[in-house]
């Protein structure tokens, strides 16, 4: 198991960016691969954007696609989500979760078993 917690969230304008971090302690991250989800209130969890273990693969919802990046630094054992261009709808609290690797289905938030506490991202119109 391993515990990761999320920070960055905030309350930006509409066209503005934010970075969000996970950290995780507990075990190793980098045989992890890690997820971005979040959830608006009144609505269901939807994945955001995902990254392998290593790196070397990155996948993205289509509403987030050339917006958001992730990226991983194994060495901190920390998952960044660089957003950007943020719309109103974004809204959300941001969650990230680790699964243990082998991860098929990234946008499955079923794939993943350990999940951080989110982190709120306010977009203001």
């Known amino acids: 198991q391993v515990q990761l917690g999320e920070s960055g969230g905030g309350l930006v304008q509409a066209g503005g960016s934010l970075r969000l971090s996970c950290a995780a302690s507990g075990r190793s991250f980098s045989n992890y691969t890690v997820g971005w989800f979040r959830q608006a209130p009144g609505k269901e969890r939807e994945f955001v954007a995902a990254?392998?273990?290593?790196?070397?693969?990155?996948f993205y919802a289509e509403s987030v696609m050339r917006r958001f990046m992730i990226s991983r630094d194994n060495a901190k054992n920390t998952v960044y989500l660089q957003t950007s261009a943020l719309k109103p709808e974004d809204t959300a609290v941001y969650y990230c979760?680790?699964?243990?690797?082998?991860?098929?289905?990234?946008?499955?938030?079923?794939?993943?078993?350990?999940w951080g506490q989110g982190t709120q991202v306010t977009v203001s119109s």
């Open positions: 979760a680790a699964g243990v690797n082998p991860v098929y289905y990234y946008s499955d938030f079923q794939e993943y078993d350990d």
């Open positions: 990254v392998r273990w290593d790196g070397g693969n990155t």
